[in-house]
């Protein structure tokens, strides 16, 4: 059965979209990802104006100014709503692992 688009997303969207938590163009993604990750995490530019072109289509970001090229995008509450389901997917997954390993294995 393939996977609907959007039911998980990757490391890369994740932080596209929390980082849209304030209006921001791609320039700026492009600088905060890998800083709110400590250098763990990059996007591509051909990455990045893919998955925000993608975003837009779904109603998960909005469009809210633009600059010549520049374009600035802020997280609607759809958007808002996604990234709050993949965070608890991905707490529940920590949980499991805690559960299975112990406190011990996670230091």
């Known amino acids: 059965m393939p996977r609907l688009k959007f039911q998980t997303l990757t490391e890369q969207m994740f932080y596209v979209l929390l980082c849209l938590k304030t209006e ?10 890998p800083a709110m990750t400590g250098g763990r995490v990059s996007v ?17 970001i909005r469009e809210t100014k633009v600059e010549g090229r520049r374009r600035s995008y802020v997280l609607t509450p759809a958007g808002r709503e996604r ?3 993949e965070y608890r997917r991905i707490a529940a997954q920590g949980e499991d692992y805690r559960r299975v390993f112990g406190e011990e294995e996670t230091k």
């Open 44 to 60: 591509g530019s051909g990455t990045l104006y893919n998955l925000l072109e993608q975003f837009l289509d779904v109603k998960m």
């Open 24 to 33: 921001c163009c791609g320039m700026d993604i492009l600088d905060r990802v």
């Open 83 to 85: 990234l709050r389901e």
